[in-house]
C-alpha cells in the first residue's frame, strides 16, 4: 500500500473476495449464537442512487458484519420495490404522456409491459454501489414484488384482513392527486408537504331575509377560494360567543376572540352564544349548481375553534374530510364543482376547465368586484403535495378501499413499545405521535402497474370475495391458470365467474394496492409464505406458520423518511396478522444534506454520487465518515474536506503503525499478549477494555459511540505507545514487536466490520492463517487482564506530560533540548506511578530527574534553566535528528549503514561530535564518522546549534 493508495487496495480486495468466495464462507461460517436476522428495506431501480442510499448500506453493513463475526449466522437476502405510482411516472416521462386517459389510450399491457422492464433501468448502478461500498448482500437471488409469487403472498394477507372484517369500501374525503389520479395515504401525504405561501380571503356571507337596519353578513375566512362554488354550508361552534359589530354601515358576525381580524373603528352590538344563530340561513356566493337538498345555513361544528379565521368555516363536503362528516350529520348536498383531474368543472361559468390554483385568482378578483371580499392577506403556510410528482394534492370525497388501522391502534402502540429505536427519541416521538393519531389506511389506488386487489364484485347483486390464493382463484373459475399466469392487470381483469348468489357475473375490482403495502409484506412475501413452507397454508393458526420463516427481524435500519413508509407498513400488516411487532432493532437514520445544511436536489446542483465519493477517496473512508461524524439520527452536512482528515487519522495513521512494526518483525512473528514492560501491559489492557466497551455498543447498536472509541485507541497507539516505545524497536525488543503485532491483530478484527476493505488488507499483510479477517471470531475481554489502576495512572502520567509539554512550549524550549528537573506537588502520585512510569515521565519531557515538592506553588513546575552540559546534550539529540531525517531522505532500512561526513567553524562542536562519536554511531546505525570537506554529491544538510553552522553529509554504502 505505498503510498497509501487505498482505492487500488480496495479493488484487489473486492477481486480476493470473488475470487476465494469470501462472503458466501461467511454464510458458512460456524454460528454458535444461531440465526440473526435482518430485513432489506426494498429500494427501486428505476432511479439512480445517492449518498443517502451509501448511508443506510453502510450502516446496515456493519451490524450484519459485526454479528457474523460475533457468532451469528446472517442471512442477508436484497430485495427491489417494482411496483406503483414512482415507477408508473418515470415511465409517462419516457414515453412521453401524461395522466390516465393517456396510459389507457396507450394500452395498460403495452403499458405495465414498460413499468416491468423500466424498474430495471438503474439495476447495474446500484449492484455496483453495493458492491464497491463493501455491503455483503444476496444480490443475485433478491426478492422482487412484482413477482407472482410475492404477490401471492400479498393476497394471503389481505385475505386475512377481509376475514377479520378490517378491510372496507367507503365513501369518504380522500387526499387525492389530480395529476395521478389516485388516493394517497396518511402516510404518503406526510412525506411530501412543503411550506408555501398563498392569497387567504376573508369573505362576508349576507344574512338571507334580514330585517335589520344594516345589512348584515356573516365574517368568513378561506385559504382555498376554489372549494367555494362547492359551498352548502356554514359552520360555527355552538359553544363559543359570537359578535355582531357595526362598521361602516353594515353589520358582521364573528367569534368574539376573533376580532382582531377587524381594523378598528367598530361598535359591538351585541354578544351571545353560537347557539342563538343556529339554522340562520345565507345568500349563498355562487348558484352554477343546485342543491339537491336543503343548503345555504348555519350548522354547529366541534372542530370549529377560535385559534385563526373567524370562528365560522364555510362547508364544502366534496372537498374535505370534516366538511363531509358534518354534511352527513346534517343531510348536507355534495357538490362535485371539481373533476377529479383537479379542474374546475365545465358548469362553473368562465372557470371551467382551469387548474384550481390558477381559478384562485380569477374567484378572487370576482368576489371583489362583486363586493363580497373584506379583505385578503397572505399566509405561509404547510400544504401538502403527491410525494413522487410534485403536485399539490386536493381533498376530494370519493370511494377508496380502506384498511381499518384505528381499529388496532392500541395494538400498533403497544407492539412500538416493544422496538428498540435508535435514536430513541423517534418510539415516542415522531413515530409515537404518528401511531397517535393514526387513521384508517387508504389501501387502493385507481392506478395500473401495482398487486390488483383480490377483491371480486357481483356486477348484479354486489356480493363480493377475497381472493387469499391462486388456488383458490383456480377453484372459483374451474380453470388452471398455468404456469405463464400473470397476475397483474390487465389479465387478471379478464377473469370472471359466476356469483354463487345470484348467477350474475364476478368481477374484480378495479383497484391495485398501495406499493407501500408491497414493501411492508416483504418479511412473508420474501419467502413466498405460507404457501412455500407449510401444506397447512389454508391454516387459521398464523403463530404456528409464522415459525416455518425468519421472523421477526432482529435488525431494520433505513433513513428517517421511512417512519412513516416502510417502518409503518412493516408494523401495521405484523399488527393486523396479530404477530406483534416484525422488528426488534430499528437505527433511524438521519439526511444527508450538502455542506451548507441544503437538501440535495439536481435543480440546486448539489447531488453527490457516491461511487465518485469512493473512487476518489475509497469505500472505507466514506464509511468511517458516516459512522463517526454525528450520532445516526442527525442529518450529516456531507463535506468533502472531512473526508481527506479521516483519511489521514485513521488510515495513514494505522498504515504508518503498520509500516512501523514491519520494519522490525522478525520473520516469524509470535504476538504476545503476556510482557511486563509498563507500556506494553498498558496497551494490552487498554486494548482489553476497548474491546469490551465496543463489544458493548456494538450490542446496543451505537456504532458512532463505537467508531470513535476505536479512533481514540489508534491516536493512543500511534501518539503515545508507538512513540515512547521507539528505542525499543530499534534495539529489537522482542517483547515490544509482540506485542505490537498483537494490537495490530486485534485491530484489523475490530476494524472489520466498519472498513472491511482496509481491515482485510491490514489482516492479510498480517499474514493470519485464514483467509479473511471477516471469517474470524469477534475478539473477546479477558477477564483477567482488567488493571484500571494501571489506566488510571497512565493518564496521570499523561496529564502530568501534557501540562509540562505546555510549559516548554510557554518557554519556547524545544522537547530536545534536555532540562534538569521536573516538579510535582502531589506526593500521592509518587507511591501512585512508581518507577517505570516517572521514567517515561522523564524520557517523554526529557528531564534528568522528577522532584516531588508540596511547596510548590502550582501542580507540576519544570526548571528551564540551560546549563552548558544540558545544552551540548540538546545539540547531540539535533545531530542524531538530523542524521535519522538524512537517512530516511535516503531510504535507508535499519540494516543498512552509511558514512556520516561534517564540517563546522565551531571548534566546540567538533569537539562533542568527536567525544561522542561512539553514542552518535548507536543512535544513528553509522559506520564512521569522518571530519572534512563534503562533496556535493553527498547527500547533505545544514543545521545551526546555537548561531554555529553545522553541515552534515551521507555516503550510503
Not at 429505536?421 to 384508517?440: A, V, Y
Request: proline share 4%.
Amino acid at each position: 500500500m505505498e503510498d497509501f493508495n487505498l482505492i487500488k487496495s480496495e479493488e484487489k480486495i473486492l477481486e480476493y473476495w470473488k475470487r476465494k468466495k469470501i462472503f458466501e464462507r461467511s454464510l458458512k461460517k460456524r454460528a454458535p449464537k444461531g440465526n440473526f436476522v435482518f430485513y432489506e428495506g426494498p429500494p427501486t431501480a428505476n432511479g439512480k442512487p445517492h449518498i443517502g442510499h451509501a448511508l443506510t448500506r453502510a450502516y446496515k453493513d456493519v451490524v450484519l458484519r459485526y454479528r457474523t463475526m460475533a457468532g451469528y449466522r446472517v442471512e442477508r437476502k436484497a430485495g427491489w420495490d417494482t411496483q406503483g405510482l414512482p415507477v408508473e411516472i418515470e415511465v409517462e416521462k419516457e414515453i412521453g404522456i401524461s395522466g390516465k386517459p393517456d396510459i389507457e389510450e396507450f394500452g395498460i399491457e403495452n403499458f405495465n409491459r414498460k413499468c416491468r422492464e423500466s424498474v430495471w433501468k438503474y439495476k447495474k448502478e446500484w449492484e455496483k454501489m453495493t458492491q464497491r461500498l463493501g455491503f455483503w448482500i444476496d444480490l443475485v437471488h433478491p426478492y422482487i414484488t412484482y413477482e407472482k409469487d410475492y404477490i401471492e403472498t400479498i393476497w394471503w394477507i389481505i385475505e386475512r384482513i377481509w376475514e377479520k372484517g378490517l378491510l372496507y369500501q367507503d365513501f369518504k374525503v380522500v387526499p387525492y392527486c389530480p395529476r395521478c389520479g389516485t388516493t394517497l395515504s396518511s402516510h404518503e401525504v406526510a412525506q411530501g408537504y412543503k411550506n408555501i405561501e398563498e392569497i387567504s380571503v376573508y369573505l362576508k356571507f349576507a344574512l338571507k331575509d334580514s330585517k335589520e337596519k344594516y345589512p348584515t353578513y356573516f365574517l368568513v375566512w378561506t385559504t382555498t377560494p376554489w372549494t367555494l362554488p362547492g359551498n352548502v354550508a356554514l359552520a360555527i361552534n355552538k359553544n363559543v360567543y359570537y359578535v355582531k359589530i357595526l362598521k361602516d354601515n353594515k353589520q358582521y358576525i364573528l367569534a368574539r376572540d376573533r376580532l382582531n381580524v377587524v381594523e378598528r373603528p367598530y361598535e359591538i352590538i351585541d354578544e351571545f352564544l353560537g347557539e342563538k344563530i343556529l339554522g340562520l340561513k345565507y345568500q349563498p356566493l355562487y348558484e352554477f349548481v343546485q342543491p339537491d337538498k336543503p343548503a345555504y345555513y348555519l350548522i354547529h361544528g366541534d372542530f370549529v375553534s377560535t385559534d385563526d379565521g373567524t370562528g365560522i368555516v364555510h362547508i364544502a363536503p366534496a372537498f374535505g374530510e370534516e366538511d363531509l362528516n358534518v354534511g352527513k350529520e346534517n343531510n348536507l348536498p355534495i357538490l362535485f364543482t371539481v373533476e377529479l383531474d383537479g379542474r374546475i368543472s365545465p358548469e362553473i361559468g368562465k372557470w371551467g376547465g382551469l387548474w384550481i390554483k390558477d381559478a384562485d385568482p380569477l374567484i378572487i378578483e370576482d368576489l371583489e368586484k362583486r363586493n363580497i371580499l373584506f379583505k385578503k392577506e397572505k399566509i405561509s403556510h404547510d400544504y401538502p403535495f403527491c410525494w413522487r410528482c410534485g403536485t399539490p394534492l386536493i381533498y376530494y370525497a370519493k370511494p377508496s378501499w380502506f384498511i381499518r388501522t384505528s381499529k388496532i391502534k392500541e395494538q400498533l402502540i403497544k407492539n412500538n413499545q416493544d422496538i428498540n429505536w435508535i435514536p430513541k427519541h423517534i418510539k415516542d416521538g415522531r413515530f409515537g405521535q404518528w401511531l397517535e393519531n393514526i387513521k384508517d389506511w387508504a389501501i387502493s389506488r385507481e392506478r395500473y402497474w401495482g398487486t390488483p386487489l383480490p377483491i371480486w364484485e357481483c356486477q348484479n347483486c354486489n356480493y363480493r370475495e377475497c381472493v387469499g390464493s391462486f388456488r383458490e382463484l383456480e377453484k372459483r373459475t374451474g380453470k388452471k391458470l398455468g404456469k405463464s399466469f400473470d397476475p397483474h392487470r390487465p389479465f387478471v381483469d379478464k377473469i370472471i365467474w359466476k356469483c354463487p348468489r345470484c348467477g350474475g357475473v364476478m368481477k374484480r375490482v378495479p383497484e391495485v394496492l398501495d406499493c407501500w403495502f408491497d414493501s411492508g409484506a416483504m418479511p412473508y412475501a420474501q419467502k413466498h409464505w405460507p404457501f412455500g413452507q407449510a401444506r397447512n397454508w389454508r391454516s387459521k393458526n398464523i403463530k404456528a406458520l409464522i415459525k416455518k420463516i425468519a421472523y421477526p427481524a432482529d435488525f431494520i435500519c433505513e433513513a428517517i423518511d421511512q417512519t412513516r413508509g416502510w417502518f409503518y407498513s412493516l408494523l401495521a400488516i405484523s399488527t393486523l396478522l396479530d404477530l406483534g411487532p416484525s422488528y426488534k432493532n430499528v437505527i433511524c437514520l438521519g439526511l444527508v444534506l450538502d455542506k451548507n445544511g441544503q437538501k440535495m436536489s439536481k435543480s440546486k446542483g448539489n447531488i453527490i454520487d457516491p461511487l465518485e465519493v469512493i473512487e476518489k477517496f475509497g469505500a472505507d473512508t466514506l464509511r468511517w465518515y458516516l459512522y463517526s461524524v454525528n450520532q445516526p439520527g442527525e442529518n450529516k452536512l456531507f463535506n468533502l474536506n472531512d473526508l481527506i482528515k479521516i483519511k489521514q487519522r485513521v488510515f495513514l495513521t494505522i498504515r504508518n503503525i503498520f509500516n512501523f512494526y514491519k520494519t522490525y518483525a522478525f520473520k516469524k512473528v509470535k504476538y504476545s499478549s503476556a510482557s511486563k514492560n509498563i507500556l506494553d501491559r498498558w496497551i494490552l489492557v487498554r486494548l482489553n477494555f476497548l474491546i469490551r466497551e465496543v463489544t458493548d455498543k456494538m450490542e446496543k447498536y451505537d456504532i458512532t459511540g463505537s467508531a470513535r472509541l476505536i479512533a481514540e485507541f489508534i491516536d493512543d497507539v500511534s501518539l503515545w505507545y508507538l512513540r515512547r516505545s521507539r528505542n525499543r524497536f530499534k534495539s529489537k525488543d522482542s517483547r515490544a514487536i509482540n506485542t505490537l503485532g498483537f494490537v495490530l491483530f486485534n485491530l484489523a478484527k475490530l476494524l472489520a466490520p466498519f472498513t472491511p476493505f482496509f481491515s482485510e488488507n491490514l489482516y492479510l499483510d498480517l499474514k493470519h492463517r485464514k483467509l479473511s479477517v471477516h471469517l474470524e471470531n469477534w475478539p473477546q475481554f479477558d477477564k483477567n487482564k482488567q488493571d484500571k489502576n494501571l489506566l488510571k495512572s497512565m493518564k496521570y502520567v499523561r496529564e502530568i506530560c501534557e501540562i509540562a509539554h505546555s510549559l516548554r512550549a510557554k518557554a519556547k524550549i524545544k522537547v530536545r533540548q534536555p532540562l534538569q528537573k521536573l516538579e510535582i506537588k502531589n506526593l500521592k502520585l509518587k507511591t501512585i506511578l512508581g518507577k517505570d512510569l516517572l521514567d517515561l515521565i522523564k524520557e517523554e519531557i526529557n528531564v534528568k530527574e522528577i522532584v516531588f515538592d508540596s511547596s510548590i506553588n502550582k501542580e507540576v513546575e519544570l526548571d528551564t534553566k540551560i546549563t552548558p552540559e544540558l545544552k551540548k546534550e540538546g545539540f547531540l539529540r539535533e545531530i542524531v535528528r538530523q542524521i535519522n531525517s538524512l537517512r530516511k531522505q535516503a531510504g535507508l532500512t535499519i540494516s543498512q549503514k552509511a558514512d556520516v561526513y561534517f564540517e563546522s567553524e565551531s571548534r566546540e562542536i567538533i569537539d562533542l561530535i568527536v567525544k561522542n562519536e561512539n553514542v552518535l554511531k548507536e543512535k544513528t546505525l553509522t559506520r564512521d564518522f569522518k571530519q572534512g570537506k563534503i562533496g556535493k554529491n553527498i547527500l547533505n544538510k545544514e543545521i545551526k546549534l546555537d548561531g554555529c553552522v553545522l553541515k552534515i553529509g551521507l555516503l550510503n554504502i
